[in-house]
């Protein structure tokens, strides 16, 4: 299969990293990957902050970027990107009244997966040890975020990859399903709230005694990890897609170094 | 002979009373934050409710299919509520009940005040209601030398206490018991000044006092949840028995109840009292169910009175992406598992109606424009809690998007400088508009990893993004993109990768190092 990579820009910008991991399990399964190169940004923080026609050359950029290759599907790493691209994106091209680009945002959204999704309902991973050869031999935890869960209804489909990865501990979070309190803009318009949620996500992170947070997008992984670093944690976050990328011959650390021969490299 | 026009009035009417946000909401609900009691009371209750409901809620096989009728039956309702309304009327005044329409607030208030004086009465007592909260009638009636008196349990804290509800459901959840004892004891005539902290003590002292006003009144205010138009008929749901006793002792009823209350049919009911107690209280169903259509001789009131409200709610409905706030039957579930509500109370919104409903429904009603009502629809991280637990489907997330649009296009033009955040959206909108643009500033990425410095996180950012570095570090930045990385693999940048043998899981993660 022709998979066409959408990295998001914060994965493309901060953590260049799970966008490799992305491309290492795609073609661990012997798929080829594609960048579309003109790719940058779903533009769902332009529309979550209620600026709707700064979004649309952003929404229009994807949607040219991702018409641009041949794939079959597109894949993100992220669930809220991938919520933006299937549910923002035609509302955005209707808000500027152009009907010709809500049909073509239409039709990218519907080729569009989380990568939890692809791996599960497309590609038929159920086992990552044993299909990805994923091995991680440490005791994690798992938030699962706001937008894959509730506007993607991703389900167990993440933890599920988890759970199956070899070596791995996976302790339960509790009030796992409650927001990390990142929210785009809501977390500097409304930074004191924002930080009261994000208090009890890191205290409930805490309290599993593991080693790291993982989860399926990047940027409540940022915010749940900026909060632990403040906090003088030495607990880290760490993206699903750099867990599962993980294998015993080049294991990953628990800051998302790629280790080879013991040595820690970027 | 000249004529005049003079047109259609103003559309849309915007709400007044008790409907705006005075403060802005962040500054609101920085000072509610430190307020730790009030964060472990709210904690405590918030957490509790919404256990309860998920587990009533978890019974019904049918729950979805309900949600999907409720829905449908409020969407069928506003697109033909003049109609409807009618219908109502006619079936209330045959059966020998009064309406009176009410644009605003302030002619619901005179309408009533007008109705309870005709009665010879300075005394009413009240069954709890929204409505009537939100067009501030009981300050109203005291300014006209009228006392209200609440009968609800809660709704008499708050009376008592000189306080505002915080929640449109637990009027009092920002109170624990003790704090609670301590009220009544302060402020409650003839109480027993050995009163405890006991739920049951405490409810008993309440039940003592009221008794006294319910024997003693002769008009009774109310709202109501559902208005059913085939039938005439008027619906309370409640659960102390207070409400049964004010619709039903005084002489003269007045109910004061927003527009789109209504209801098609007596059939519509059936799927509103499964979604109402089960959202609301996580009840199977509410101890007490009133129903009442017009005047029957000689039992209950006789005479019966109804006020239909408008206050902002035909400006609601005028906005084709927010007019399905209007489907609100203010179960309250949506402030019951929203994490913002759950930190900062009810109170931190200033509306009567607070929580994610209150934070699209307020601004709905007044207009975006009105005090400091355009920082409500930003109260929230988008979570989207809000929206699985409305009974009725209300997508509470996209109405607050479209509402923090309505609030930047308002502004556009009339500053004389943009915003920080203007700037940084006009910034990103370049930047993400192509993958050159935003490639081009990732080779800045060097030099955040500079500002980072040995540390490898950065710690304090000037201005807007200053909220962000408030509580949270950012890491270094790699050196470089993800962009960078895969022209310099694949040289051509749209080319594909190459396919590996499925069974060689080395090669390409060895290549990440």
């Known amino acids: ?266 | 002979m000249s004529t005049t026009y003079l047109g259609m009035p103003a559309l849309p009417v915007f709400g007044q009373g008790n409907l705006n946000a005075t403060e802005p909401f962040p500054s609101a609900a920085k000072r509610e934050l430190g307020n730790s009691q009030l964060r472990a009371n709210l904690g405590h209750a918030t957490h509790t409710i919404r256990d309860k409901r998920l587990r009533v809620v978890g019974e019904l096989p049918d729950w979805e299919d309900l949600r999907s009728a409720g829905s449908a039956t409020k969407q069928s309702v506003m697109a033909r509520l003049p109609e409807l309304l009618e219908q109502f009327e006619q079936n209330f005044t045959a059966r020998g009940g009064v309406i009176h329409w009410a644009r605003d607030a302030a002619e619901a208030n005179e309408i009533v005040r007008d109705l309870i004086r005709e009665q010879g009465a300075d005394e009413v007592v009240k069954v709890k209601s929204m409505a009537t909260q939100e067009i501030g009638l009981n300050e109203y009636l005291e300014e006209q030398g009228i006392a209200a008196f609440e009968t609800d349990l809660a709704e008499l804290i708050v009376q008592l206490d000189h306080d505002k509800p915080s929640h449109i459901l637990v009027p009092a959840i920002h109170k624990n018991r003790t704090q609670v004892r301590d009220i009544f004891l302060r402020e409650m005539p003839g109480v027993d000044p050995d009163l405890t902290d006991n739920p049951a003590k405490l409810a008993e002292a309440a039940r003592a006092h009221l008794r006294r006003k319910f024997l003693s009144a002769k008009v009774a205010i109310s709202g109501a949840n559902f208005a059913i138009a085939d039938a005439g008929t008027l619906a309370v749901v409640e659960s102390e028995g207070n409400g049964r006793m004010c619709l039903t002792l005084p002489e003269t009823l007045i109910t004061v109840m927003g527009v789109e209350k209504l209801l098609p049919s007596w059939q519509d009911l059936e799927v509103f009292m499964q979604l109402l107690p089960r959202s609301s209280t996580g009840e199977r169903m509410n101890p007490y169910t009133s129903l009442w259509t017009g005047v029957t001789e000689g039992d209950g009131p006789q005479n019966v009175h109804l006020v239909l409200l408008d206050n902002g709610r035909s400006a609601a409905l005028a906005d084709e992406m927010g007019r399905s706030a209007l489907h609100c039957i203010r179960c309250s579930a949506c402030m019951n598992v929203c994490p913002v509500y759950e930190r900062t109370g009810g109170h931190a919104y200033g509306s009567t109606y607070p929580g994610p409903i209150g934070a699209i429904l307020s601004p709905l009603m007044t207009g975006i424009t009105s005090e400091e009502n355009n920082s409500l629809p930003y109260a929230s991280s988008l979570c989207g809690a809000c929206y699985d637990a409305c009974p009725v489907k209300i997508n509470i997330p996209e109405i607050l998007v479209h509402l923090r649009a309505e609030d930047v296009d308002s502004k556009r033009g009339k500053k004389k400088l943009p915003s920080q955040m203007d700037l940084m959206m006009k910034g990103a909108s370049w930047a993400f508009s192509s993958g050159k643009h935003l490639g081009l500033l990732e080779k800045g990425l060097p030099l955040g990893r500079i500002a980072a410095g040995r540390r490898k996180k950065i710690t304090k950012l000037p201005g807007l993004v200053g909220g962000w570095t408030q509580s949270r570090d950012i890491p270094a930045p790699p050196a470089a993109s993800f962009r960078d990385w895969w022209a310099k693999e694949h040289g051509d940048p749209a080319a594909g990768s190459a396919p590996t043998d499925s069974t060689n899981t080395t090669t390409n993660t060895g290549e990440r190092a």
């Open chain 1, 1 to 266: 299969m022709r998979i066409a990579l959408f990295a998001t820009c914060i994965v493309d910008a901060m953590y260049p990293r799970t966008a490799r991991a992305t491309v290492a399990i795609l073609e661990r399964l012997g798929h080829e990957v594609v960048f579309p190169a003109g790719q940058a940004c779903c533009g769902q923080m332009h529309v979550n902050s209620g600026y709707l026609p700064e979004a649309v050359p952003v929404v229009r950029n994807h949607v040219e970027a991702f018409e641009s290759q041949d794939y079959d599907v597109a894949v993100a790493p992220s669930g809220s990107c991938v919520a933006s691209v299937k549910h923002q994106h035609a509302m955005v091209a209707r808000s500027c009244g152009d009907a010709a680009l809500e049909v073509r945002a239409n039709a990218v959204g519907a080729k569009t997966y989380e990568l939890s999704e692809l791996l599960t309902d497309v590609l038929g991973v159920t086992n990552a040890a044993e299909q990805l050869g994923s091995w991680f031999p440490h005791n994690v935890t798992y938030h699962p975020s706001c937008h894959g869960m509730r506007l993607l209804r991703l389900g167990d489909r993440q933890l599920n990859l988890l759970q199956s990865v070899g070596g791995i501990t996976v302790q339960p979070l509790p009030q796992a399903d409650q927001c990390c309190g990142f929210g785009g803009t809501f977390s500097m318009k409304n930074a004191d709230v924002s930080t009261a949620m994000l208090e009890d996500k890191t205290a409930s992170i805490l309290a599993t005694g593991a080693e790291l947070c993982s989860g399926g997008d990047a940027s409540c992984l940022l915010h749940i990890g900026g909060g632990l670093s403040r906090e003088g944690s030495s607990v880290t976050t760490l993206h699903l897609a750099d867990i599962l990328a993980s294998t015993r011959e080049n294991p990953v650390s628990v800051t998302g170094d790629v280790l080879v021969s013991g040595k820690a490299s970027r």
